[in-house]
């Protein structure tokens, strides 16, 4: 059978077989499968081809068993990008998109195939681009905007074979595209964002650490080693980014690198607080937050409100279920103060179950909160930080939280070229605020 990923939990399996109703003959000793894009709502004939020796090692995709010719061929072991076909988005809507595809493995006698295909890229999204003909000029000249990934948690070979890869050819488009604005457009001033660090990062850091074993037994992630060279390999990419743009230094260039936050593998098991998305478990046990059961008696996900007092959403935030703000209030607004110090007080006093240590290591009131830069109208009512040793990753600790396998959440900061002091390095922890706007200014670049 032929296997085929094209999103992150889309699985479309086909039988191979002798080729069969080709308006053409078709290569000696070919295999037939079907190519399922879109759930099934796109269909494409592709053939496992042999080499000169007799051994299956190549794939090739038709648009229909009436053309001759493939509209692609993929070796083995090699992502291939700027694979142009179409996609089914809404309500049976066909779009012109870009896909990445890698065959992941076939068996020498082509009966098993195994390949990735990547979401499809709007061929048509001009509107990211201003002016919006950039985007037709790029994709005729560098190559239209290929897929990123962020797949992979545990499994080793997505994390390898499919994502790093996947951004491998992120990271080629974007040298080539800048180099091409630089050298054909003579723009003198570039700001690039390249977001591969974190989003392959999320998939594997937790992981790495030789400390708690609670995401290993959760996930079967038992290979520490192995994750940490995930790690490697993305920074090897970064380099590669990087190291492409370090000429310009010798061009009279400056350079700033710098990142708006960076990541921690935690030595424990993080408490269900402070992670992606509404969270209930440690609010939940402290009597905060409520959840719907059904006739059973069994949780339902969706927060009863008419019982809540307070719920965490996302990092860093608590919000009162305040009456008279609140679709749902039912916290009086003069009991607001007296509530926020009694939930300040029940996190402080909140113990992991193994080490017996806080898990909060700041609780604050919003109007305090301004004083670190956070507060404000968008944030919650209580404001608070992980402890150290106890995060998800990032942004839900203080910047000055370390993790294991020399990680931290202190962001990088470097800067070469013309105006810059010349071998300055300071080990202070730094508070970045606003640089590229900061960058832009100096430059008088709107």
């Known amino acids: 059978g032929a296997a085929c990923v094209n999103d992150v939990l889309s699985l479309a399996l086909s039988p191979v077989k002798e080729p069969h109703n080709w308006s053409y003959d078709t290569p000696a000793n070919a295999k037939e499968f079907t190519l399922l894009l879109s759930q099934g709502m796109i269909r494409r004939p592709g053939l496992i081809l042999q080499n000169e020796n007799g051994i299956y090692d190549r794939v090739a995709l038709y648009k229909s068993k009436k053309e001759a010719e493939p509209f692609v061929i993929l070796e083995a072991g090699k992502i291939k990008g700027q694979i142009y076909d179409q996609a089914v988005v809404g309500d049976g809507v066909y779009k ?39 985007f037709y000029e790029l994709a005729e000249n560098v190559g239209y905007v290929p897929a990123s990934s962020a797949i992979g948690n545990h499994d080793p070979r997505i994390v390898t074979d499919c994502m ?76 590669r980014y990087l190291g492409a ?116 290591a700041l609780a604050l009131r919003n109007k305090d909160a301004v004083l670190l830069g956070y507060g404000g109208p968008e944030c919650g009512d209580i404001c608070y930080w992980i402890a150290e040793g106890y995060n998800v990753d990032h942004a839900d600790g203080l910047s000055t939280t370390y993790g294991d396998c020399e990680t931290s959440l202190s962001p990088i900061f470097v800067a070469a070229g013309p105006g810059i002091k010349k071998g300055y390095k300071t080990d202070r922890f730094i508070r970045q605020i606003d640089v590229t706007p900061t960058i832009a200014a100096l430059m008088n670049v709107p």
Not at 116 to 133: L, T
Not at 186 to 213: C, L, P, T, Y
């Open 96 to 134: 012109d998109v870009n896909y990445d595809m890698k065959v992941l493995n076939i068996s020498p006698d082509g009966t098993h195939m195994e390949m990735y295909i990547s979401n499809g890229v709007d061929m048509h999204a001009d509107y990211i681009f201003k002016p919006a003909s950039l």
């Open 164 to 239: 790093l890869d996947t951004w491998n050819l992120q990271v080629d488009w974007q040298i080539d595209a800048i180099h091409y604005m630089i050298e054909k457009k003579g723009v003198k001033a570039i700001f690039s964002h390249m977001h591969n660090v974190d989003m392959q990062e999320h998939r594997f850091i937790r992981f790495m650490s030789e400390g708690d074993k609670g995401y290993q037994e959760e996930y079967g992630a038992k290979n520490v080693e192995m994750y940490q060279k995930f790690m490697d390999d993305v920074y090897d990419q970064t380099d």
């Open 245 to 360: 743009f370090l000429h310009l230094l010798d061009e009279g260039w400056t350079i700033i690198i710098t990142s708006d936050h960076a990541q921690v593998c935690p030595e424990h098991k993080p408490p269900l607080i402070g992670d992606m998305s509404v969270n209930v478990r440690v609010m939940q046990e402290l009597g905060y937050t409520n959840l719907k059961h059904d006739a059973e008696g069994n949780e339902l996900p969706e927060i009863d409100w008419e019982t809540t007092k307070a719920v965490a959403v996302r990092e860093c935030n608590i919000y009162i279920n305040l009456k008279g703000r609140d679709p749902h209030g039912i916290v009086d607004p003069k009991d607001k103060y007296e509530l926020e110090e009694q939930i300040m007080t029940d996190l402080y006093g909140y113990r992991d179950k193994k080490t017996g240590h806080r898990v909060i």
